[in-house]
């Protein structure tokens, strides 16, 4: 089992993360902050604010107790990107096609883009939105399947597991490939 300290690194590399701010002043004394983390292979006893015993965690744990927590979540499947499909769609991964596998970095779908995802939902109703961390429901070519046109405002990541990745470093579209790997992009 990872460390404390490991496991708390660990989730923020690939957690989803997702915040919404209020676009205008007014709006923000009446729309709350909204944060959804997402990670994968994190048990419900796994922090400390849901009693593990030597965890600690104590960010997570101040935003629990400041927040809204929820104890009983069901995840539609045990793999990374219909899990995401379904979280962010709010329906079951196989109405937007993916099932039963993950994407991978050779990978040329995506989430579809007629899927409407929380991200368009709150941007309609005046909130700013990001994601941090892994994404993992495609790239496609040009980068079409990306969180910044699923309705995403910002998006810092990875585009699917970190073991996935042919590059060194891979928080692209912004960071060319170190080692050539990408066809037609260069350091």
Request: hydrophobic share 35%; net charge negative.
């Amino acid at each position: 089992m990872a460390q404390p300290s490991m496991l708390a690194a660990m989730l923020l590399l690939v957690a989803l993360l997702v915040y919404a701010e209020a676009n205008d002043e007014s709006a923000a004394a009446t729309k709350p902050n909204i944060v959804l983390l997402f990670a994968d292979d994190l048990g419900y006893g796994d922090l400390g604010c849901y009693g593990h015993p030597t965890s600690q965690s104590p960010n997570l744990d101040q935003m629990a107790e400041e927040g809204l927590r929820f104890t009983q979540f069901y995840s539609a499947s045990p793999v990374c990107s219909p899990s995401r499909a379904a979280l962010l769609t709010g329906r079951y991964q196989t109405r937007s096609g993916i099932w039963p596998g993950v994407f991978g970095s050779e990978s040329v779908g995506g989430l579809p883009h007629n899927e409407t995802t929380i991200a368009e939902g709150l941007k309609e109703v005046g909130y700013t939105t990001a994601i941090v961390g892994k994404w993992h429901l495609g790239v496609g070519e040009n980068n079409t399947y990306l969180p910044i046109n699923q309705g995403f405002d910002h998006y810092l990541g990875i585009p699917f597991s970190h073991d996935m990745c042919p590059c060194f470093i891979c928080f692209f579209p912004n960071q060319s490939c170190f080692d050539h790997c990408r066809v037609g992009e260069s350091p």
